[in-house]
């Protein structure tokens, strides 16, 4: 449904990348990668230009806001799992004020940046944390900015959510029975500029088998936001 929203620019992107001649896939598994993610599914060397693919891939699938992804394949590495995402939209009533601010860093640093001010009307509260959620314009989509209890950094809040927090065992989303209209001042939000998503998940062939009974072995997990 986004992707149809005449407000919003919405595109998310699947692939599979696999070692030619060093592992077998199950053509059902890759028929189901298809079927239900419209992955698209690539048999390639593995070589210098399978990474120049793959970021060519990233590129194209973000728009232009992403060029790399990987610098390197690892040599025990049989598969490579992609996803993109790319998201453009205009926030419903805009931010106006903008000031300088001491915002710390995950390692404890502060550093001066442009913060943003804005009076806000939804309060929401997501395993004990307080947010504020902000809709972009249609109404459609919002963004959810969470503040971690005093004491708990950002990691330790994440590592300790879980998906009942987020949705239901319906997949339906749970936020929307704690929303709560209430007048926020928002004092600083750091301003920030997401160009685009991917995940990049490198599997060493040891882990699959035949069968893919055995829960495969990531080597490494990229998660890069712009």
């Known amino acids: 449904r986004l992707g149809k929203s005449k407000y919003i620019t919405y595109k998310t992107a699947n692939s599979i990348w696999y070692k030619a001649g060093s ?6 598994y890759l028929q189901k990668m298809e079927d239900y993610y419209n992955a698209e599914v690539y048999a390639a060397p593995f070589s210098d230009e399978t990474v120049r693919d793959i ?6 699938n973000t728009r232009g806001k992403i060029d790399s992804i990987l610098d390197r394949l690892e040599p025990e590495s049989g598969m490579v799992l992609l996803n993109a995402v790319y998201f453009k939209g205009a926030w419903a009533e805009p931010y106006n004020n903008t000031v300088k601010r001491k915002f710390t860093k ?5 550093q001066k940046v442009d913060m943003l001010e804005s009076i806000e009307h939804t309060y929401v509260n997501v395993a004990g944390a307080d947010g504020f959620v902000k809709y972009y314009e249609g109404g459609e989509l919002a963004f959810v900015g969470i503040l971690p209890p005093k004491g708990m ?14 949705v239901d ?4 989303q749970r936020l929307g029975a704690r929303v709560k209209q209430r007048l926020l ?12 998503a991917v995940h990049a998940v490198q ?5 699959f088998n035949a069968r893919y009974k055995t829960r495969p072995n990531v ?5 890069l936001w712009l």
């Open 169 to 172: 065992g319906n997949g339906r």
């Open 106 to 110: 995950a390692n404890g640093k502060k």
């Open 55 to 60: 970021n060519t891939w990233v590129y194209n």
């Open 185 to 196: 001042y928002v004092e600083a939000v750091p301003r920030l500029r997401v160009k685009g």
């Open 203 to 207: 599997v060493q062939v040891a882990g």
């Open 219 to 223: 080597t490494r997990a990229i998660g």
């Open 153 to 166: 950094t950002v990691d330790q809040y994440v590592n300790k959510l879980k998906g009942s927090d987020i």
């Open 23 to 28: 592992i077998s896939v199950k053509k059902a």
